[in-house]
């Protein structure tokens, strides 16, 4: 989905601000921000992971909206969750897990990372909030 952010918060930051929706499409915000990503913030939805290994070497902060959970009203993930008493908690947390752990192994080194997800504050999500807190830099 697109993100709305207030763009004028991170002007101290950097002096090009590029949003994937706000200023413009995914291709073009891309490539805008590639032109000085020394002095850029980038927002983006997770489109770009795809297109992460491209932009990575320029990445110092990687923030998370929220945790890329599976969506519970897909027929198959639904049909999956079923299998467990707490489908949600027994299974979409586990392989969320697991593809955040992939993507860390793989991009973590020398980032620092921050979850803007208030679940992770819950009892629940105790393991979830371990596992990446051991790839380094993490804020929730």
Do not use: M, W
């Not at 989905?1 to 930051?13: D, E, H, T």
């Not at 860390?104 to 980032?111: E, H, P, T, V």
Request: no cysteine; hydrophobic share 45%; charged share 20%.
């Amino acid at each position: 989905g697109k993100i709305n952010p207030n763009l004028s918060l991170f002007q101290r930051v950097g002096n090009h601000i590029f949003a994937v929706g706000k200023t413009g499409g995914l291709a073009k915000t891309l490539e805008q921000f590639l032109e000085n990503p020394e002095e850029s913030v980038l927002f983006a939805t997770s489109a770009i992971l795809p297109l992460l290994e491209k932009i990575l070497p320029f990445l110092k902060v990687i923030i998370f909206q929220k945790i890329p959970f599976e969506f519970s009203y897909y027929p198959l993930v639904k049909l999956r969750q079923t299998k467990f008493p707490n489908g949600f908690i027994s299974y979409t947390v586990p392989k969320a897990l697991l593809r955040l752990k992939q993507f860390l192994s793989r991009f973590a080194s020398g980032k620092t990372f921050i979850f803007l997800d208030p679940r992770l504050l819950k009892r629940e999500y105790r393991a979830l909030v371990e596992e990446l807190a051991a790839h380094g830099k993490l804020y929730l």
